[in-house]
């Protein structure tokens, strides 16, 4: 004849072990179903227009879109890239921002721009090339603390810590500055 205490231990073991486990499973379902972790919309193929006045002045196109707006910082991530247009009172495109990967916060008005980050004025051709870039809307401010190339018809300049300038790439100033200047031979 058996104990009849020689089974309860073993059962009490798997019960316990058994218990264990579905908190831990528990505690998982709810980190993947955490509504903070998914985004609220998402997209693909997105055009946003800004307009003033009637007047578009920029236009946002994206691959891909994703909104996270049940966070303490909302934002909108581009994941596969965005590009932005800058246009004239004449609809004309007179800058443009291309990116890997955006992240904008529409409570700040702050994009922030990484990965192969290139910004060119058509008018001039002036073109900016940066790992990093911000583009504060309110302040109509593009600026890197990152190393920035900037070229233009003057020649080739570098900013060890980055850039500040308008969003029109008009008046921009390198930080750690250095670079190349092409000078005409007067004959």
């Known amino acids: 004849m058996v104990p009849p205490g020689k089974y309860l231990l073993p059962v009490f073991i798997a019960v316990l072990s058994l218990s264990a486990g579905c908190e831990n499973d528990i505690e998982r379902i709810q980190m993947l179903t955490d509504e903070t972790l998914m985004p609220a ?3 693909s193929n997105v055009e946003v227009i800004y307009s003033d006045s009637a007047s578009v002045r920029v236009q946002v196109l994206a691959p891909s879109f994703r909104q996270f707006s049940n966070i303490e910082r909302p934002y909108m991530e581009f994941p596969d890239g965005i ?3 800058f246009y ?3 609809l004309r495109i007179e800058s443009e ?3 890997d990967y955006t992240i904008y916060y529409p409570d700040e008005g702050l994009w ?9 004025r058509l008018d001039s051709g002036d073109a900016l090339n940066t790992e990093e870039l911000f583009w504060d809307e309110g302040k109509h401010l593009i600026y890197s603390n990152a190393f920035t190339r900037i070229q233009n018809e003057d020649g080739t300049f570098y900013g060890k810590r980055g850039f500040e300038s308008d969003q029109e790439l008009t008046n921009w100033q390198l930080k750690g500055s250095s670079g190349t200047v092409n000078v005409q031979d007067e004959e």
């Open 112 to 120: 922030h721009a990484t990965g192969n980050v290139i910004a060119r």
């Open 88 to 90: 004239d009172d004449s």
């Open 41 to 43: 919309v998402t997209g």
């Open 97 to 99: 921002i291309r990116a």
């Open 83 to 85: 590009e932005v247009f």
